[in-house]
């Protein structure tokens, strides 16, 4: 049954607050999105791109629905605490495949408590921390490539607009405005944070000083809270903004972009809403595979379009420099 937790503040962890954007954050609540087979008021259209390229994942896809199940406890050190404001998907797979044996085999045993008992995968696991840590590091890479990649720089900006508007909140208001203002389910009063609806009740004895606040655009409908010694307590929270994360945008290139990069450049831009791949963007644009090839070509080497492997395909899409480029467009 949920129940309302506390968690006290001193003056110390308010001072040792920080935000925190997360691939590790986006990864694990996504997973749990897809698999759920329901229709999503918001990720709609990026679940009906995603879901039939899951595929390329193949064999390792075995270790995300082992180690993500539909509900409930996710191991704790498939979220390592930030180092830093934004680190890297591979600075966050280095910490996974060097969480200590122990720590991985006792968040192992949680997860046992609250299931099924553990699948094959986990396990294997269980038996060897190291070389079953280094294959789910690989499944983990597998999935991000596929699902979240293509969208990262679409998906980043958001999550940066949600840092920016509340570290203004700070300044202008203080810690208070933006703790109460996170979530319906997050208060603060007296130095003391509270959170509804968390299934179990929290102790400020047992976690880690401070507190890392951390926007999610896949994590909701409610906020989570992650508490594992040494670490500082996490909470990952909706981003404010999530609801247009998918929107659409100008559906024709603007004759000012087009005069800079070439009508066929910036067409090609515009195509890349949704990630695609050499042959989906000549079908849609009515340019030669060929040309198209070489003006993605171009856009890459301009840092405006990425590239990402799907299996057999190569999927492109923009850069969050090709988004800035855009945003006054839309």
């Known amino acids: 049954m949920a129940v309302e937790t506390e968690l006290s503040f001193t003056v110390g962890d308010l ?25 999503h008021p918001v990720h709609r259209p990026w679940v009906e791109q995603v879901r039939p390229r899951l595929g390329a994942v193949g064999p390792l896809r075995g270790w995300l629905t082992e180690i993500v199940p539909p509900a409930g406890y996710v191991p704790d050190f498939v979220n390592p605490a930030p180092a830093g404001p934004a680190p890297t998907l591979a600075e966050e797979l280095a910490a996974i495949r060097a969480t200590p044996a122990e720590r991985v085999r006792r968040d192992l045993d949680r997860l046992r408590e609250y299931g099924d008992g553990l699948g094959p995968r986990l396990r294997t696991l269980y038996a060897d921390p190291p070389a079953g840590l280094a294959r789910l590091a690989e499944a983990f890479e597998a999935y991000w490539k596929v699902a979240l990649a293509p969208y990262w720089a679409r998906i980043r900006a958001a999550l940066d607009a949600d840092v920016l508007h509340r570290a203004r909140q700070v300044a202008e208001h203080g ?17 003391t944070l509270r959170l509804e609806r ?3 009740p929290l102790d400020r004895r047992t976690s880690g000083a401070g507190l890392l606040l951390i926007p999610s655009a896949f994590t909701g409908p409610g906020p989570l809270m992650r508490v594992a010694p040494p670490d500082p307590p996490q909470l990952a929270y909706p981003a404010r903004g999530i609801g247009s994360l998918w929107a659409a945008r ?11 990069l070439g009508r066929s450049r910036a067409l090609l831009l515009v195509e890349l809403d949704a990630p695609a791949s050499t042959t989906d963007l ?21 840092h405006l379009v990425s590239a990402h492997r799907a299996g057999r395909s190569v999927l492109y899409a923009r850069t969050a420099a090709a988004e800035a480029v855009l945003a006054p467009l839309t």
Request: aromatic content about 6%.
């Open 15 to 39: 001072a040792s607050m920080r935000f925190a954007v997360s691939p590790m954050w986006e990864l694990g609540p996504s997973l749990r999105l897809l698999a759920s087979g329901r229709a």
């Open 175 to 191: 810690a208070a405005r933006v703790l109460n203002d996170l979530h319906a389910e997050v208060r603060w009063s007296r130095d």
């Open 282 to 302: 000549a079908r849609r644009t009515g340019l030669s595979p060929a040309a198209v090839s070489q003006y993605l070509t171009a856009l890459r080497d301009a």
């Open 250 to 260: 100008p559906a024709a290139p603007n004759a000012a972009l087009a005069a800079v």
């Open 198 to 200: 968390r299934p179990k």
